[in-house]
Every structure is written in structure tokens, then in C-alpha cells.
């Protein structure tokens, strides 16, 4: 909601943005392996003179088409995250009532991979146009496939889990 407030306000008065650059914006940490192939292209209009980066790459120069695309974005990798928060909240619940082993929690450990999946891909690939240039961006953190790995793996652990517990029913 706090996303949509913004991006409603931005549509209406970007010029409000306008001390903020893109320039500026970095909350990437080096604790992470971090991986990124980054391009931006500048342009003049009308033959004038190329400005400068800190000119070019402002909020309130970003481009009603990549506004939306941002916006989308982001709200979709908060969707997705709320989801594999749900799904891994339910396989808690079912271990606090000791139904541990069960096709539920194999089904919720391989949604949050696929959630994670999408995560994944939404969040490496960035395209940006303002008035006078774009940028466009490929990066990716260790952290997230890992995660994915992972949550695969608990699926496949769970399913075991669940195989074995199904034997040892059968066998009483």
C-alpha cells in the first residue's frame, strides 16, 4: 500500500522527486556475491548538448512507461514474498502440531521455490527510459538461487519424510 501512496504521489507531482538520482541509490551490501552487467545510454533532443549523468538519471525525468514498470515490479516481488511467508508460516503450524512429514508440506516447500523462481527473475532484469536515457541493468545476488536450491531440497527431504512415515503407518 505504502508502494501504491508513492507511485500514486510520483504520477501527480514528480517534480517533487526531483533532488532524487538514481545516481544515489545503491543498497546493494558486499557482504553478497553480486553479479551485474549494467548499461546506460544518454541522448540529446534537438541537438542540444548531452547533460550529465546526475541530470539524466533523475526520478522525476523516469518515464510514465517505466514508472509502470517499476511500480509492477516491485508489487509483484512483494506479492511473492508475502506468499512464500504464508507457505512457510503453514509448514511451521503443521511442525508445531506434529504433522511434520505430510504431501502439504512437500507441496508448500516447492511453492516457495517457484515464488522464490519468479522472485528471482522479476528482481535481475531492470530497464529504466528517462526523457534522456535509459539504463538497463542484469544483477543478481548468490543469495536468492540459493534459497531456491534449498527450497527444493526441504521438498524433496519432506517427501522422503513423508514416504517413510506412510511405511511406518502401514507396518503398525
Given at each position: 500500500?505504502?508502494?501504491?501512496?508513492?507511485?500514486?504521489?510520483?504520477?501527480?507531482?514528480?517534480?517533487?522527486?526531483?533532488?532524487?538520482?538514481?545516481?544515489?541509490?545503491?543498497?546493494?551490501?558486499?557482504?553478497?556475491?553480486?553479479?551485474?552487467?549494467?548499461?546506460?545510454?544518454?541522448?540529446?533532443?534537438?541537438?542540444?548538448?548531452?547533460?550529465?549523468?546526475?541530470?539524466?538519471?533523475?526520478?522525476?525525468?523516469?518515464?510514465?512507461?517505466?514508472?509502470?514498470?517499476?511500480?509492477?515490479?516491485?508489487?509483484?516481488?512483494?506479492?511473492?514474498?508475502?506468499?512464500?511467508?504464508?507457505?512457510?508460516?503453514?509448514?511451521?503450524?503443521?511442525?508445531?502440531?506434529?504433522?511434520?512429514?505430510?504431501?502439504?508440506?512437500?507441496?508448500?516447500?516447492?511453492?516457495?521455490?517457484k515464488y522464490l523462481s519468479l522472485i528471482f527473475i522479476l528482481?535481475?532484469?531492470?530497464?529504466?527510459?528517462?526523457?534522456?536515457?535509459?539504463?538497463?541493468?542484469?544483477?543478481?545476488?548468490?543469495?536468492?538461487?540459493c534459497l531456491i536450491i534449498l527450497s527444493f531440497i526441504?521438498?524433496?527431504?519432506?517427501?522422503?519424510?513423508?514416504?517413510?512415515?506412510?511405511?511406518?503407518?502401514?507396518?503398525?
Amino acid at each position: 500500500m505504502i508502494v501504491t501512496g508513492f507511485f500514486i504521489h510520483f504520477q501527480i507531482n514528480p517534480s517533487a522527486y526531483k533532488k532524487f538520482n538514481f545516481n544515489d541509490f545503491s543498497i546493494e551490501k558486499n557482504t553478497d556475491l553480486k553479479f551485474k552487467i549494467e548499461t546506460k545510454s544518454k541522448f540529446s533532443m534537438n541537438n542540444d548538448k548531452v547533460l550529465e549523468d546526475n541530470e539524466v538519471y533523475k526520478i522525476d525525468k523516469l518515464t510514465t512507461g517505466s514508472s509502470f514498470f517499476l511500480y509492477i515490479e516491485i508489487a509483484l516481488c512483494m506479492i511473492l514474498s508475502f506468499l512464500c511467508l504464508k507457505e512457510f508460516q503453514n509448514v511451521l503450524e503443521s511442525v508445531k502440531r506434529i504433522n511434520t512429514f505430510q504431501e502439504r508440506n512437500v507441496a508448500s516447500f516447492r511453492k516457495i521455490g517457484k515464488y522464490l523462481s519468479l522472485i528471482f527473475i522479476l528482481s535481475s532484469f531492470s530497464m529504466l527510459s528517462f526523457k534522456n536515457g535509459h539504463i538497463m541493468s542484469f544483477s543478481f545476488s548468490i543469495t536468492l538461487p540459493c534459497l531456491i536450491i534449498l527450497s527444493f531440497i526441504m521438498a524433496e527431504i519432506f517427501k522422503e519424510g513423508s514416504m517413510l512415515s506412510e511405511e511406518v503407518n502401514l507396518t503398525v
